[in-house]
């Protein structure tokens, strides 16, 4: 069983930049990818960022640029940096372990609000 935990969501004026940690229970990042999802109000659940087992990044286009995923195996943490934040960035973030044997997991999420 995979326990992750997001934390450093919050409000920010547009062009500001917020950074969000997801602290794993454990030393998975060879077994599991890696995602940051983010959901909107009315929207479905879409990916913003993952990073493989071998390091590998993907990004939405609509992010591309503009945020920067890592990770710190000595602290089992995976980041998600955000820059120049849009209004449109607004959403519940999630982070995500995926692997297709032994499963897929989600933390709680953590809010960020993109305002003036």
């Known amino acids: 069983q995979v326990q992750l935990v997001e934390s450093g969501g919050g409000l920010v004026q547009p062009g500001g930049s917020l950074r969000l940690s997801c602290a794993a229970s454990g030393s998975i990042f060879s077994f599991y990818v890696m995602g940051w999802y983010r959901q909107a109000p009315g929207n479905q659940r879409e990916l913003v960022a993952r990073i493989s087992t071998s390091g590998t990044t993907n990004y939405a286009d609509s992010v591309r640029g503009r945020f920067t995923i890592s990770r710190d195996t000595a602290k089992n943490t995976v980041y998600l940096q955000m820059n120049s934040l849009k209004p449109e960035d607004t959403a519940v973030y999630y982070c995500?372990?995926?692997?297709?044997?032994?499963?897929?997991?989600w933390g709680q999420g953590t809010q960020v609000t993109v305002s003036s």
């Open positions: 995500n372990a995926f692997d297709l044997r032994r499963g897929n997991y």
